[in-house]
């Protein structure tokens, strides 16, 4: 393990860092409850809002769906920690807002929470890629695709398709599905969740025409998850980030150097649920969002993680791929053809 974390010369051994997390890691039901309010009634008054603009005006549907889009995040932030277990301190709470929120986010919680979780487990990991991150290939790696095969990498790591139809394909479609390594509650989780946004579509449909619903629905849920996968890019993929093989792989070191801390402006750190502070968020996934910030504050190991701004973080858009030999991501200009492969 480095002998350095984020410019601090003398690392903090395992115990301490879980001494300093530990006032944090606890649920306050009251500002849970409180969270809950300011961020689903505003949505649902928005939504309303909205299907009475059709009558006006689409430009204004359109513009009223950004905010909306706004407390969608919110909302999914709710279902995230509710995800670690730790929006409630019942877990049956925990359990019954994730589900909830994950219909009206149109994740299924318990299968999201599965891939999550190995997420959690893996982040930074270059052995154990490919559950619930972005798709990322070493320099080597993507130097020994065929022609095809290189062009699919770059089409699917293009900025322009993934916060588009790629954002808006992982929610509407690709969260329909289930994988065969599934267990059986991921993928009841899965089904149920079909259902339900399915009696939920019929229901609004009879109410207030299907065609209604989708221009309402429809702008909310790509603005919503075009902005929330870019955090979700963003917290892992930046100029200077850790990675590591899992001989040398470093838990803290994934978490410090290996997830963001992006500092947002106030307004968008309160709609996103202070998620930027990811830092904290993968040391322990056991403090709820309401308490990152203070924890971040609080505590002198997080301040010394250098922040990504607003404006450092668009960097992080021309960065495709992981070299090995210089530990850093890079962008397709940086490398040079491998003799002897296409």
Known sequence: MDSTVAGNPEQPNKLSWQKIIAPYQHSDNLRSIWQMCNSLIPYFALWILMVFSLQISYWL??????????FMIRIFIIFHDCGHGSFFKSKRANDT??????????????????????????????????????????????????SWK???????????????????????????????????????????????????IVLLSAIIGFKAFV?????ILFLGTSVGVWLF????????VYWARHSR????????????????????????GNIGYHHIHHISPRIPNYFLEKCHKEQAMFQQVKPLTLRSSLKSLSLRLYDEDAKRL???RSIRPMKGVN
Not at 215 to 219: A, F, G, I
Not at 249 to 254: N, T, V
């Open 61 to 70: 549907t359109l513009l009223l769906a950004i905010p909306a889009a706004g």
């Open 97 to 146: 807002v994730g589900i909830i929120t994950g219909i009206l986010t149109f994740t299924p919680y318990y299968n999201w929470r599965q891939h999550h979780a190995v997420h959690h487990a893996t982040v930074a990991d270059l052995d154990r890629r490919g559950v619930g991150d972005i798709l990322t290939l070493t320099v080597a790696e993507y130097q020994a695709l065929s």
């Open 150 to 200: 290189k062009f699919g990498y770059r089409l699917v790591r293009n900025p322009w398709i993934i916060f588009t139809i790629g954002s808006l394909g992982v929610f509407l479609i690709g969260h329909r599905f289930f994988s065969r390594k599934d267990g059986r509650r991921e993928r009841n989780s899965v089904l149920w969740t079909n259902l339900a946004l399915l009696l939920i």
């Open 215 to 219: 221009l309402v629905q429809l702008p």
């Open 233 to 240: 890019y963003v917290q892992h993929q930046f100029e200077g």
């Open 249 to 272: 792989w470093d838990y803290l070191s994934a978490a410090l150097q290996g997830s963001s801390f992006y500092k947002l402006p106030r307004v968008l750190q309160w709609f996103t």
């Open 330 to 332: 890079v962008g397709f």
